[in-house]
């Protein structure tokens, strides 16, 4: 009895084992977390932990201001979800999560140059853990399209503002909390409403929303039911 329940124990602690293999295949966790990926990203350039989590809670204190109702980790959390989705579509997943951790980590700046300052800001910490200056140039490159996410000749750019602009195109509840959220943050703006307006008619006017047609498929006609409802709201 007591030999069969040692096998018993050692055949629980063999596939345990082999459960773990697989969850590392590669050389990565096969079900990530935003931190834990953005810190394994660092530590491939930094091999200093402190250094990583001294980043990311930075990251976590931009996005968690009193006034972020929207640019916010729940923000990230979607936008991060999305990439996920397209990640065998793209070709350099690392490079696109670090731009999507920094696009908005400054918002609501009083110059209002907050893709600038972002990218900056991404630049700079990026910099310090010895990232490679190519990769630097096209992470602030991406962050800088997030202004317009106008059509790139460049595929992970698409795939990159496509996953941001996911939010337009989620279920009408998910939307109208979205709307809301963004109200707070810009409600004492003068003219918000019509700034707003121009803003999705702008959206609107575009041939098509998402230009990839991985995301055109799956958001691309809720997004304009979306916006033109909101439209219908706004004087």
Not at 59 to 82: A, P, T
Not at 121 to 127: D, F, G, I, T
């Amino acid at each position: 009895m007591k030999t069969h329940k040692m096998n018993w124990i050692n055949g629980i602690i063999i596939c345990l084992f082999a459960l773990s293999n697989l969850a590392f295949m590669n050389g990565k966790p096969a079900d990530q977390n935003l931190e834990s990926t953005f810190k394994r990203i660092v530590l491939k350039y930094k091999s200093n932990p402190a250094a990583a989590k001294a980043l990311w809670n930075e990251i976590v204190s931009n996005y968690s201001g009193k006034d972020r109702h929207y640019h916010n980790m729940e923000h990230l959390q979607n936008f991060y979800n999305q990439l996920k989705k397209c990640k065998d579509l793209t070709t350099d997943d690392d490079l696109l999560i670090i731009a999507m951790v920094y696009h908005d980590v400054i918002y609501n700046s009083v110059d209002h140059k907050d893709e600038e300052r972002s990218a900056d800001m991404a630049v700079e910490r990026l910099k310090s853990i010895g990232y490679p200056e190519e990769q630097i140039a096209k992470c602030k490159a991406l962050i800088l399209a997030t202004k317009t996410h106008a059509l790139s000749t460049d595929t992970d750019t698409n795939y990159f503002n496509d996953a941001d602009m996911t939010i337009l195109g989620l279920d009408r509840n998910t939307y109208e909390t979205y709307v809301k959220n963004v109200r707070l943050e810009y409600g004492d703006t003068p003219q918000f409403s019509a700034g707003r307006k121009k803003v999705l008619q702008y959206f609107l006017g575009m041939e098509r929303i998402f230009k990839t047609d991985f995301f055109y498929k799956i958001y691309e006609k809720s997004a304009r039911e979306n916006i033109a409802a909101e439209i219908s709201t706004l004087p």
